[in-house]
């Protein structure tokens, strides 16, 4: 298929050309520019706001200076984050940037030279001035290959793509075979970065042999796991680099139509993309004849309608063909029989993004990062009881412990880390001897969760795990297609003995009944949604087994979580005379005065809210959980304080 | 043709055809509710018709395998009647038992099967649970979600006999069940004439009106 090799190259850097020029001329290099980070988790945060004000406040000051929005840098518990680059000084990373820091960077950075020390994170390069962000593990330790650029780039801007190095393994893969490029993926060692983690080759080398003549390629952007947003923040972030990558594996597989299958609830990735396209087909680098090439390629936009099951492949396929999400046995697998029965490869978001870096550096490249069995880098949303939750790119094989610990800074309040929920309802929850496992496909199986999409969840001494696999299985149980008996009234049964035993009904044998249908729905459901949704059941059991069995047994929560299982009560030793703090707090008007003027809580009207908990001043503290409810002492009832 | 051994019994087949069909027509029981003779696309929903093969590590559904020369097949190992246990209990705990005033008492599946894997028609282990879902009205039909095990028969033949499908699945996890379209107009729609899909559900949950009157007068 590939044309003359010279004529690619000359499309190409005709097109390079014009991208750097029409770039150059819409950037003026004299003045300040301000980078605002307004993915999704931006503006959520507020960044709308903060610009709002940096306009006003240059407007109102006169200042002149280039505000530029950017995609998502990774750094959620630092949102909104706004990077300044002033020309004399190197480009300034500041973090939670509200509307008055807003203002404060526009009159002392910008007029008068002031850095601001205390507002800023470090400085995005090395220099003499200002300490470099490098020096802070939560940026020094990362290996960013797939976000690179992410949070760096306008990602409505086709022009600063191309020139940042955009699109040059299309040209690239273009000048060589199919064959070259599958080969060099396949030395890359890359693996579907989806969850299941099969080797990308593969893929499309099935498709690339396959003798019909329509064959199609999907990218997967039905992220529903929760707590993950990694899909999300790329695609907003750096939509060409998806693209390109899909565009090289499209010509690899020898696909001349590509789908991106993205959630109807992410309104902005949605858009991103959209233009992203626009502008790609403007440019010619997708459409007819490629670069002179001979190869064509187009892309349509797939809007799912939030059916988590339609990020199972062969249930986003039949919601692709208009029917109903649900998931067809395999095989045949979608590279024989895919879309409308056509070779089809699918693949992750994350899968094509890595394309690019591949195709440009070499596949040894790639395989020298990272572990022998999981080459490259994984992407995680790490997110619940950390100090520096957000999107983290690690070389694989970085271990759990360092991952928490040295990049993300550990548990915040000092608390005790207690479990890693990884991979989202499929996966599972791992303990604290756990932490030294490192991160990669095999260990994560073999220790009983799994990579997953890429959600992590950390958790702290204070929850309790039983309540853990119920909220998933209840994600899950909600979340069935319906189509097969395992998933559809399994999930279900899974769940309503999980909801009896954090009520405090456990029933003996109950443990063993989880076991025994978890393992049931795990060998016997049609897909993959119901082959991992017992993992949150069966790894809280293996690993914190003795919280099933003080629920069931003992009727105690250990970790004080569980409602049913546990009460308030107000320590008199503790309480001070007359003091009536907690009295207005309570939503019910169930604390009563007792012997002394102290507090005492009438447990029949009680809805252990635990307001009186915050409302007690802390240099009393004496409102005391507890679980089993019949620890609490009895507190007598004063007649005359009625 | 392939000779296959089924239960250390020789069987000749014609290779490429669905185990599962195979196996039946040899009269060897094998326990399923949705597989459909001659469907190319087996819906392997209501996972029952578990085996083992010889060279497959976990038991796997028959009516997905296709006969292949040499095949080494084993019906009733203990791994498979686990699962088929645990299968048939679970559509048991969501369908009411109420054989006494049931139409298809004489040739219902389930019954069937219970006798095959020699266990109670009851989901014993497991505490029935009651599917609430609001009825959807129909000129000619009544639907009974307390009785349908989601086989899909009845969404499979409408198709096959009309070209497009006048029932659906609709609804999520347990709540899952059929629709109709919400179809008002008599007319507009074949039922009136068609019976089919009333005539291949194995446990009465799609009855047509005068059906459904019969059933009362007898009570």
Known sequence: MSGNNEDIKNAFSEIKKNAEKNFNESRNSDIPAIYIGMATCGRAAGAEEAERAILETLDERNVKADVIHVGCIGHCYAEPVVIVDNPGFPPIFYYNVTAGKSKLIVKAFLERGDPLYEHLLGAMEENELIPSVMGFPRFGMEKRIVMEKCGHIDPEDINEYIKKGGYASLAFALSKTQADIIDEIRISGLRGRGGAGFPAWKKMEAVYGSDSKEKYIICNADEGDPGAYMDRTIIESNPHQLLEGMMVAAFAAGASKGIIYVRHEYPLAVKIIKKAIDDSNRMKLLGENILNSGFSFHIDIFEGSGAFVCGEETALIESVEGKRGMPRTRPPYPVERGLKNKPTVINNVKTLSTIPAIVNKGGKWFSGIGTKSSPGTAIFSIVGNVVHAGLVEIPMGVTIRTLIYDICGGIPGGKAFKALQIGGPSGGCLPESALDTPIDFDSLTEAGAMMGSGGMVVMDEDSCMVDVAKYFLEFTKNESCGKCTFCRIGTGHLLTILERITNGEGREGDVELLERLAGDIKRGSLCGLGKTAPNPVLTTIRYFRHEYEAHIHSKRCPSLKCRPLTAFYIDLGKCARGCDACVGSCPVDCIFTTKGRKKGIDQEVCVKCGECVTACPEEYNAVIKVSPPHLVPHIEKLEESK | ?????????????????????????????????????????????????????????????????????????????????????????????????????????????????????KVKLSPEIYDPIERKVKAEEHPHLIYDISKCINCGKCVYICKKLHGRSYITFARRGIETGISFFGEKDAESIPCGKCRACADICPVSALLFYEHYSDLLKKQ
């Not at chain 2, 296959?4 to 040899?26: P, W, Y």
């Open chain 2, 1 to 117: 043709m392939a000779v296959i051994f089924v239960d250390n019994v020789e069987i000749d087949a014609e290779e490429g055809r669905t185990l599962l069909e195979v196996c039946l027509e040899k009269g060897i029981a094998i326990p399923n509710l949705c597989f459909i003779k001659h469907n190319d696309s087996p819906s392997a929903s209501c996972r029952l018709c578990f085996v083992e093969i010889e060279g497959i590590e976990e038991p796997v559904t028959s009516c997905t395998v296709k006969v292949k020369d040499g095949m080494v097949v084993t019906t009733d190992s203990a791994e498979v009647r686990e699962l088929q246990k645990t299968a048939f209990r679970l559509i048991l705990s969501t369908h009411r038992i109420d054989c006494g005033n049931c139409p298809s008492r004489k040739r219902c599946e389930l019954i069937k099967i219970s006798r095959i894997l």
